[in-house]
């Protein structure tokens, strides 16, 4: 169910906001792994659940993704592509708040956090569920991923 939601919540958001094709791929439990200059975004939510979403995206693809949402090409990473990938991990989180709460489950998010930096990965602690839906757009791939307990 969570992994159906965040995918629905997701290319809603990318067909209404960014104008982009995207397409998902399979769900993994696998953590995700950057290797070059990475931006992600970061958005809590606590209450009757409890947990992290985030959106990680290679340099190229969050320039690309912000591109378009601005409908203005974007050469480096600068604070429209960190707003812009904030706001996305703010919308779809949104979308899976929306989801909890039609089935009695209330949550609050919080204030999405941006991260830059090279080969960013994600560390998981041992009895904290996860996945990871990885999503293609012409520049390239995406994550998202749900850690909660």
């Known amino acids: 169910m969570l992994d159906d939601s965040i995918t629905k919540a997701t290319l809603e958001v990318f067909e209404s906001m960014i104008f982009m094709e995207v397409q998902p791929g399979k769900t993994t ?3 995700y792994q950057g290797t070059d200059l990475q931006v992600s975004g970061t958005i809590g939510f606590v209450g009757d659940f409890n947990g992290v979403l985030s959106i990680h995206c290679p340099s190229l693809v969050a320039m690309d993704i912000t591109g378009n949402m601005l409908m203005s090409p974007v050469e480096t990473v600068n604070s429209d592509v960190t707003d812009a990938i904030g706001e996305i991990a ?7 708040k929306a989801t909890l709460k039609a089935e009695g489950i209330n949550v609050v998010l919080a204030t999405p956090t941006i991260f830059t930096g090279i080969s960013l990965q994600t560390n998981i602690q041992k009895g904290v569920e996860h996945f990871l839906i990885p999503f293609q757009v012409p520049s390239g791939m995406f994550g998202i991923e749900l850690t909660y307990q």
Request: net charge negative.
């Open 29 to 31: 439990a696998e953590a």
């Open 90 to 96: 703010n919308m779809v989180a949104g979308g899976l």
